[in-house]
Protein backbone atom coordinates (compact mmCIF):
# COMPACT_ATOMS: atom_id res chain seq x y z
CA UNK A 1 0.00 0.00 0.00
CA UNK A 2 1.29 3.53 -1.13
CA UNK A 3 2.17 6.07 1.92
CA UNK A 4 2.94 9.31 1.37
CA UNK A 5 6.07 10.24 3.26
CA UNK A 6 3.59 12.88 5.08
CA UNK A 7 1.74 9.95 6.40
CA UNK A 8 4.37 7.98 8.29
CA UNK A 9 2.19 8.48 11.46
CA UNK A 10 -0.87 6.76 10.09
CA UNK A 11 1.38 3.50 9.09
CA UNK A 12 -0.13 0.78 11.48
CA UNK A 13 2.48 -0.38 14.29
CA UNK A 14 1.69 -3.75 13.17
CA UNK A 15 3.30 -3.44 9.97
CA UNK A 16 6.35 -5.28 9.25
CA UNK A 17 7.42 -4.72 5.76
CA UNK A 18 8.80 -1.43 4.58
CA UNK A 19 9.90 -0.43 0.94
CA UNK A 20 11.21 3.25 0.52
CA UNK A 21 12.47 3.55 -3.16
CA UNK A 22 13.61 7.08 -5.24
CA UNK A 23 16.53 9.57 -5.60
CA UNK A 24 15.99 11.63 -2.80
CA UNK A 25 18.21 10.18 -0.33
CA UNK A 26 17.74 12.90 2.01
CA UNK A 27 13.74 12.29 2.41
CA UNK A 28 14.58 8.17 2.88
CA UNK A 29 16.86 8.76 5.65
CA UNK A 30 14.23 11.12 7.27
CA UNK A 31 11.77 8.48 7.19
CA UNK A 32 13.89 5.71 8.01
CA UNK A 33 14.65 7.55 11.02
CA UNK A 34 11.26 8.14 11.89
CA UNK A 35 10.18 4.79 11.58
CA UNK A 36 13.10 3.83 13.60
CA UNK A 37 11.85 6.13 16.33
CA UNK A 38 9.29 3.87 16.57
CA UNK A 39 10.65 0.41 17.17
CA UNK A 40 13.56 0.25 19.52
CA UNK A 41 14.64 -2.99 18.75
CA UNK A 42 18.28 -3.67 17.80
CA UNK A 43 19.24 -2.69 14.23
CA UNK A 44 20.88 -4.82 11.61
CA UNK A 45 22.12 -2.75 8.19
CA UNK A 46 23.02 -4.95 5.57
CA UNK A 47 23.91 -4.19 1.16
CA UNK A 48 21.31 -6.32 -1.17
CA UNK A 49 24.78 -7.86 -2.16
CA UNK A 50 26.12 -9.06 0.79
CA UNK A 51 22.20 -10.93 1.45
CA UNK A 52 23.03 -12.25 -1.98
CA UNK A 53 26.37 -13.28 -1.29
CA UNK A 54 25.53 -14.83 2.01
CA UNK A 55 21.80 -15.51 1.83
CA UNK A 56 22.08 -18.39 4.60
CA UNK A 57 23.78 -16.53 6.82
CA UNK A 58 21.04 -13.90 6.37
CA UNK A 59 18.57 -15.84 6.72
CA UNK A 60 19.43 -17.44 10.01
CA UNK A 61 19.66 -13.54 11.71
CA UNK A 62 16.41 -12.65 10.63
CA UNK A 63 14.25 -15.79 11.75
CA UNK A 64 16.84 -16.30 14.80
CA UNK A 65 15.70 -15.22 17.91
CA UNK A 66 17.24 -13.97 21.16
CA UNK A 67 16.94 -13.95 24.32
CA UNK A 68 18.55 -10.76 25.11
CA UNK A 69 17.00 -9.33 21.51
CA UNK A 70 13.16 -8.41 21.96
CA UNK A 71 12.72 -7.01 19.02
CA UNK A 72 15.26 -6.27 15.61
CA UNK A 73 14.81 -3.89 12.78
CA UNK A 74 17.29 -5.07 9.27
CA UNK A 75 17.67 -2.55 6.77
CA UNK A 76 18.57 -3.63 3.45
CA UNK A 77 20.31 -0.88 1.48
CA UNK A 78 20.74 -0.05 -2.41
CA UNK A 79 18.04 -2.75 -3.09
CA UNK A 80 16.93 -3.59 -6.47
CA UNK A 81 14.49 -6.55 -8.09
CA UNK A 82 17.32 -8.44 -7.14
CA UNK A 83 16.08 -9.20 -3.52
CA UNK A 84 12.47 -9.99 -4.37
CA UNK A 85 12.43 -13.25 -4.56
CA UNK A 86 14.18 -13.40 -0.60
CA UNK A 87 11.00 -10.23 -0.03
CA UNK A 88 8.59 -12.41 -1.20
CA UNK A 89 9.73 -15.56 1.02
CA UNK A 90 10.28 -13.89 3.74
CA UNK A 91 6.89 -12.10 3.54
CA UNK A 92 4.79 -15.34 3.40
CA UNK A 93 6.55 -16.44 6.86
CA UNK A 94 4.85 -15.56 9.80
CA UNK A 95 7.46 -12.83 11.08
CA UNK A 96 7.24 -11.58 14.87
CA UNK A 97 9.11 -9.31 16.39
CA UNK A 98 10.94 -7.85 13.55
CA UNK A 99 10.63 -4.85 11.17
CA UNK A 100 12.34 -4.71 7.31
CA UNK A 101 13.37 -1.65 5.79
CA UNK A 102 14.01 -2.30 2.40
CA UNK A 103 15.97 1.16 0.47
CA UNK A 104 16.05 1.36 -2.58
CA UNK A 105 16.87 3.29 -5.36
CA UNK A 106 14.55 5.00 -8.26
CA UNK A 107 12.39 1.39 -9.65
CA UNK A 108 10.57 2.01 -12.81
CA UNK A 109 6.42 1.41 -12.71
CA UNK A 110 7.28 -2.77 -14.21
CA UNK A 111 9.67 -3.21 -10.94
CA UNK A 112 8.44 -6.42 -9.04
CA UNK A 113 9.23 -5.73 -5.77
CA UNK A 114 7.43 -2.00 -6.34
CA UNK A 115 4.46 -3.34 -7.77
CA UNK A 116 4.60 -6.27 -5.19
CA UNK A 117 4.35 -3.70 -1.98
CA UNK A 118 2.08 -1.08 -3.88
CA UNK A 119 -0.76 -4.09 -3.61
CA UNK A 120 -0.43 -5.51 -1.18
CA UNK A 121 -2.24 -3.82 2.04
CA UNK A 122 0.12 -5.24 4.37
CA UNK A 123 3.11 -3.84 3.20
CA UNK A 124 4.36 -0.18 2.90
CA UNK A 125 5.21 0.76 0.21
CA UNK A 126 6.81 5.06 0.65
CA UNK A 127 8.12 6.64 -2.90
CA UNK A 128 10.41 9.99 -1.93
CA UNK A 129 10.24 12.00 -4.94
CA UNK A 130 12.78 14.57 -5.71
CA UNK A 131 12.30 17.66 -3.31
CA UNK A 132 11.37 21.22 -5.58
CA UNK A 133 13.30 24.20 -4.41
CA UNK A 134 10.32 25.71 -2.87
CA UNK A 135 10.42 22.93 -0.41
CA UNK A 136 14.05 22.98 0.15
CA UNK A 137 13.86 26.78 0.81
CA UNK A 138 11.06 26.38 3.12
CA UNK A 139 13.70 24.01 5.06
CA UNK A 140 16.96 25.97 5.07
CA UNK A 141 14.44 28.95 5.66
CA UNK A 142 13.51 27.09 9.21
CA UNK A 143 16.95 26.17 9.91
CA UNK A 144 17.91 29.61 10.00
CA UNK A 145 15.64 31.19 12.13
CA UNK A 146 16.25 27.65 14.31
CA UNK A 147 19.88 28.66 14.62
CA UNK A 148 19.47 32.60 14.93
CA UNK A 149 21.91 33.49 11.42
CA UNK A 150 19.89 36.15 9.37
CA UNK A 151 20.28 35.39 5.86
CA UNK A 152 18.71 36.63 2.77
CA UNK A 153 16.41 35.06 0.74
CA UNK A 154 19.09 35.24 -2.32
CA UNK A 155 21.57 33.69 -0.65
CA UNK A 156 18.60 30.44 0.37
CA UNK A 157 18.54 30.16 -3.11
CA UNK A 158 22.36 29.94 -3.98
CA UNK A 159 22.31 27.42 -1.36
CA UNK A 160 19.39 26.02 -2.89
CA UNK A 161 20.41 25.28 -6.04
CA UNK A 162 23.40 23.62 -5.45
CA UNK A 163 21.60 20.73 -3.96
CA UNK A 164 19.84 19.06 -6.75
CA UNK A 165 16.42 18.09 -5.35
CA UNK A 166 17.91 16.14 -2.18
CA UNK A 167 17.46 17.88 1.13
CA UNK A 168 20.54 15.35 2.12
CA UNK A 169 22.60 17.90 0.16
CA UNK A 170 20.71 20.56 1.83
CA UNK A 171 21.68 19.23 5.26
CA UNK A 172 24.87 18.56 4.24
CA UNK A 173 25.33 22.32 3.35
CA UNK A 174 23.49 23.72 6.54
CA UNK A 175 25.56 22.03 8.35
CA UNK A 176 29.08 23.38 7.29
CA UNK A 177 27.57 26.66 7.35
CA UNK A 178 26.73 26.29 10.93
CA UNK A 179 30.24 24.71 11.89
CA UNK A 180 31.71 27.55 10.04
CA UNK A 181 29.69 30.45 11.14
CA UNK A 182 30.28 29.25 14.64
CA UNK A 183 30.11 32.51 16.80
CA UNK A 184 29.74 34.75 13.91
CA UNK A 185 26.63 36.97 13.74
CA UNK A 186 26.66 36.52 10.20
CA UNK A 187 27.94 35.32 6.72
CA UNK A 188 28.40 36.66 3.45
CA UNK A 189 26.98 35.93 0.19
CA UNK A 190 31.33 35.31 -0.61
CA UNK A 191 31.55 33.07 2.24
CA UNK A 192 28.75 31.03 1.44
CA UNK A 193 29.97 30.37 -2.09
CA UNK A 194 33.23 29.59 -0.84
CA UNK A 195 31.56 26.52 1.65
CA UNK A 196 29.16 25.23 -0.96
CA UNK A 197 31.91 24.85 -3.53
CA UNK A 198 33.99 22.85 -1.67
CA UNK A 199 31.64 19.90 -2.12
CA UNK A 200 33.49 19.78 -5.42
CA UNK A 201 36.62 17.89 -3.19
CA UNK A 202 35.72 14.81 -1.30
CA UNK A 203 33.17 15.96 1.66
CA UNK A 204 35.26 18.01 4.68
CA UNK A 205 32.98 15.65 6.41
CA UNK A 206 34.53 12.84 5.09
CA UNK A 207 37.39 13.92 5.79
CA UNK A 208 36.92 14.65 9.80
CA UNK A 209 34.82 11.38 9.99
CA UNK A 210 37.97 8.99 9.07
CA UNK A 211 40.02 10.76 10.93
CA UNK A 212 37.90 10.35 14.31
CA UNK A 213 37.43 6.84 12.93
CA UNK A 214 41.45 6.38 12.52
CA UNK A 215 41.36 5.78 8.85
CA UNK A 216 44.88 6.69 8.32
CA UNK A 217 45.11 5.57 4.94
CA UNK A 218 41.78 6.86 3.70
CA UNK A 219 42.73 9.77 5.38
CA UNK A 220 46.20 10.04 2.91
CA UNK A 221 44.32 9.66 0.22
CA UNK A 222 41.66 12.26 1.03
CA UNK A 223 44.20 14.36 1.64
CA UNK A 224 46.52 13.65 -1.89
CA UNK A 225 42.97 14.07 -3.83
CA UNK A 226 42.27 17.46 -3.09
CA UNK A 227 43.66 20.65 -2.99
CA UNK A 228 42.48 23.09 0.02
CA UNK A 229 43.06 26.33 0.44
CA UNK A 230 43.89 28.30 3.52
CA UNK A 231 40.93 29.75 3.61
CA UNK A 232 39.20 26.03 3.87
CA UNK A 233 41.33 25.28 7.42
CA UNK A 234 38.80 27.13 9.56
CA UNK A 235 35.78 25.13 7.77
CA UNK A 236 38.17 21.72 8.36
CA UNK A 237 38.33 22.85 12.14
CA UNK A 238 35.25 24.09 12.87
CA UNK A 239 33.68 21.12 11.01
CA UNK A 240 36.14 18.74 13.08
CA UNK A 241 35.29 20.83 16.31
CA UNK A 242 31.36 20.35 15.39
CA UNK A 243 31.51 16.24 15.23
CA UNK A 244 34.11 15.95 18.21
CA UNK A 245 31.30 17.76 20.32
CA UNK A 246 28.71 15.04 18.94
CA UNK A 247 30.69 12.33 19.64
CA UNK A 248 31.54 13.47 23.03
CA UNK A 249 27.82 13.74 23.56
CA UNK A 250 27.50 10.39 22.82
CA UNK A 251 29.85 9.08 24.47
CA UNK A 252 28.72 10.47 28.17
CA UNK A 253 25.32 9.15 27.09
CA UNK A 254 27.49 5.45 26.40
CA UNK A 255 28.67 5.90 29.64
CA UNK A 256 25.24 5.93 30.79
CA UNK A 257 23.65 3.22 28.92
CA UNK A 258 26.51 0.70 28.46
CA UNK A 259 24.77 0.16 24.65
CA UNK A 260 26.39 1.54 21.78
CA UNK A 261 23.54 0.44 19.46
CA UNK A 262 20.88 2.16 22.13
CA UNK A 263 23.18 5.48 22.20
CA UNK A 264 23.34 5.87 18.44
CA UNK A 265 19.31 4.86 17.48
CA UNK A 266 18.67 7.66 20.58
CA UNK A 267 20.16 10.61 19.49
CA UNK A 268 19.41 14.00 18.75
CA UNK A 269 19.58 15.16 16.28
CA UNK A 270 19.07 12.07 14.99
CA UNK A 271 22.11 10.02 13.18
CA UNK A 272 21.46 9.22 9.25
CA UNK A 273 21.41 5.47 8.35
CA UNK A 274 24.67 5.41 6.43
CA UNK A 275 26.88 7.21 9.10
CA UNK A 276 25.64 4.98 12.01
CA UNK A 277 28.55 2.37 11.39
CA UNK A 278 31.01 4.87 11.48
CA UNK A 279 29.94 6.91 14.16
CA UNK A 280 29.91 3.16 16.09
CA UNK A 281 33.60 3.20 14.92
CA UNK A 282 34.64 6.20 16.70
CA UNK A 283 32.80 5.48 19.97
CA UNK A 284 35.15 2.51 20.21
CA UNK A 285 37.99 4.57 19.27
CA UNK A 286 37.28 7.74 21.79
CA UNK A 287 37.07 8.07 25.21
CA UNK A 288 35.79 11.05 27.19
CA UNK A 289 38.48 12.35 28.76
CA UNK A 290 40.34 12.14 25.49
CA UNK A 291 37.54 13.84 23.41
CA UNK A 292 37.37 16.53 25.63
CA UNK A 293 41.37 17.06 25.16
CA UNK A 294 40.95 16.79 21.68
CA UNK A 295 38.56 19.88 21.49
CA UNK A 296 41.44 21.66 23.11
CA UNK A 297 43.86 20.63 20.96
CA UNK A 298 41.85 21.64 18.03
CA UNK A 299 41.11 25.25 19.61
CA UNK A 300 44.54 25.65 19.69
CA UNK A 301 45.01 24.73 16.18
CA UNK A 302 42.80 27.09 15.56
CA UNK A 303 44.47 30.02 17.36
CA UNK A 304 47.92 28.77 15.57
CA UNK A 305 46.46 28.99 11.84
CA UNK A 306 45.06 32.87 12.97
CA UNK A 307 48.84 33.68 14.04
CA UNK A 308 50.20 31.90 11.13
CA UNK A 309 47.69 31.83 7.80
CA UNK A 310 50.71 31.55 5.30
CA UNK A 311 51.41 27.78 7.11
CA UNK A 312 47.73 26.92 7.94
CA UNK A 313 47.44 23.91 5.37
CA UNK A 314 50.43 22.35 6.40
CA UNK A 315 49.56 22.40 10.19
CA UNK A 316 46.06 21.48 9.85
CA UNK A 317 46.93 18.55 7.71
CA UNK A 318 49.56 17.51 9.95
CA UNK A 319 47.08 17.62 12.74
CA UNK A 320 45.01 15.73 11.41
CA UNK A 321 47.64 13.10 10.11
CA UNK A 322 48.12 12.41 13.76
CA UNK A 323 44.93 12.08 15.26
CA UNK A 324 44.52 9.72 12.57
CA UNK A 325 47.23 7.99 13.82
CA UNK A 326 47.31 8.19 17.34
CA UNK A 327 46.04 5.30 19.91
CA UNK A 328 44.12 6.85 22.51
CA UNK A 329 42.10 3.92 23.55
CA UNK A 330 42.50 4.10 26.79
Not at 158 to 168: L, S, W
Amino acid sequence: MIYKTFQLKKIPDKSIFYLLYGKNEGLKTECINQILERNDGKVFNYEEKQIKDETESFYENVLSGSLFESNKVIIINRASDKIFEITQNLINRNLINIKIIINADLLETRSKLRSLFEKNKDLVCIPTYPDNNETLSKLATIFFKKEDIPISQQNINIIVDKCNGDRNNLNNELNKIKSYILNKKKISAQEILRLINLTENFEVSELIDNCLAKNNNKIINILSENNYSPEDCIMILRTFLSKTKRILKLAIELEKNKDINKTINSAKPPIFWKDKEIVKVQLNKWKTKKIKELIKNINNVELEIKKNQNNSILIVTNFILEKSRTEINN
